[in-house]
């Protein structure tokens, strides 16, 4: 029987999220590894299922597994797959819908979180104390979107709810976009000066790497929140780590990482100021139907001969 790998199920849900009865599945809970470690776990596997941007796909890995003939990946892009080492090899990829509203609830949730100060408040009260930090309301904040795409533009439209000013800027962005999602077209500086909160939701690539360093972290005001459910490098991790120590931000949000899962012993994790999940974005159980759900069904289209949702 074709041997199957599912990957990163990090919560040991991914058997009830989908019917996978008839398939010879092995679920791994844990990180795999680095690549020389994720080669020799998936040795045996015809099929591996990678959640998205999770586990390194890489050329090494690719080559290295001789039974692999289909990764059936959750989304319809993972940057942590080589997609042109699978077409040199012949490994068919093929991905699954999801659902655009989990990050950006994230992303609201953790500006409330930050203006709010709720982490600190119920620390607080679990060691007895009462009312030790004095918020900041939504309505009127200036939020400066980094990025109006699908996400983006849902963050928008919470914006919108909580009467906030919106102001936008990304390479592309024009006004007629902005004015669309109800936001004002700014450049880099003037945003990263002006807003209250900023949200990241740009796509990782060459453009967008460091986009977001210590230049433009100097530029925002000592009390504005800064949120990234969008990919950990798009901002300098060194220099936001140094604008937090210092108290030079008022805060950040942060979801995602350089390195994931994040280090026990990262300096981060020690931060009043910073409010951390563990890349939670898209982790809610409607995405994790579809994505398990579809994952299925590209397996099973691909036994059958007719492959669907085919990336490469």
């Known amino acids: 029987m074709t041997k199957i790998a599912a990957l990163d199920d990090y919560q040991g849900t991914a058997k009830d999220m989908a019917d996978w009865s008839g398939l010879d599945v092995t679920y791994f809970r844990d990180p795999l590894g680095d690549t020389a470690r994720v080669i020799e776990r998936l040795q045996p596997f015809d099929i591996v299922c990678p959640m998205r941007e999770r586990t390194q796909i890489n050329a090494d890995v690719i080559n290295g597994l001789p039974n692999l003939k289909l990764l059936a990946t959750t989304g319809m892009r993972n940057a942590a797959i080589d997609i042109q080492a699978a077409q040199e090899r012949g490994v068919m990829v093929c991905g699954t819908k999801g659902s655009a509203t989990p990050t950006p609830e994230l992303a609201f949730g953790l500006m409330l979180a930050l203006g709010r100060q709720i982490p600190q408040s119920g620390a607080a009260m679990r060691q007895g104390r009462w009312q030790t ?168 289209a691909w036994l059958g001969g007719k492959p669907i949702n085919v990336m490469s």
């Open 133 to 300: 930090g004095v918020g900041r309301a939504m309505k009127g904040a200036t939020l400066g979107l980094l990025g109006l795409g699908r996400l983006g533009a849902q963050v928008a439209a919470y914006a919108k709810v909580f009467d906030m000013r919106i102001i936008a800027w990304s390479q592309n962005l024009t006004e007629e976009r902005a004015a669309e999602c109800g936001a004002e077209l700014v450049t880099k500086d003037e945003l990263f000066k002006q807003s209250d909160f900023i949200s990241v939701h740009l796509v990782l690539s060459d453009r967008s790497r460091g986009l977001v360093g210590a230049r433009e972290l100097g530029l925002m005001k000592p009390d504005a929140y800064i949120v990234n459910t969008s990919r950990g490098p798009i901002i300098d991790e060194d220099a936001l780590l140094e604008a937090l120590q210092n108290k030079q931000i008022g805060g950040a949000g942060i979801d995602v990482f350089g390195v994931e899962p994040l280090p026990a012993d990262h300096p981060i994790r020690t931060l009043d100021n910073a409010v951390l999940t563990p890349h939670l974005g898209y982790v809610t159980e409607d995405t994790y139907r579809i994505f398990y759900g579809e994952t299925v069904e590209c397996i099973r």
